[in-house]
Nanobody
């Protein structure tokens, strides 16, 4: 059974850095694109970044481009999202999600493509 567990959220000051982790189990991790989404109350879920099953293709939302780096370690079944120069508007609940894509070389930030979701981790950027 596909399971994703996020960690690494917390309170950080504006301009600070955070690294989120998404640990996966219960499925063939190497066949899945993994994405990070975020959501705040009253707003739609927003795609932040995704990484293809091979790790060769990454995609970033314009709102985080240049400040975020996504990576994966298939040996550890884990995806990381490093975020730098954090802003108050980065405050949200962050989720990781999995899209079965063994023959795809790219990933997309489309929530409907992702069948497995974690429980999320809260990120708060505030002084």
């Amino acid at each position: 059974q596909l399971q994703l567990v996020e960690s690494g959220g917390g309170l950080v000051q504006p301009g600070g850095t955070l690294r989120l982790s998404c640990a996966a189990s219960g499925f063939g991790f190497g066949d899945y694109n993994i994405a990070w989404f975020r959501q705040t109350p009253g707003k739609e879920r927003e795609g932040v970044s995704c990484i293809s099953e091979s790790g060769r293709h990454m995609n970033y939302a314009d709102s985080v481009k240049g400040r975020a780096t996504i990576s994966r370690d298939n040996a550890k079944n884990t995806v990381y999202l490093q975020m730098n120069s954090l802003k108050a508007e980065d405050t949200a609940f962050y989720y990781c999600a999995a899209d079965w894509a063994p023959y795809s070389s790219i990933c997309a930030l489309v929530p409907g493509r992702y069948l497995g979701w974690g429980q999320g981790t809260q990120v708060t950027v505030s002084s």
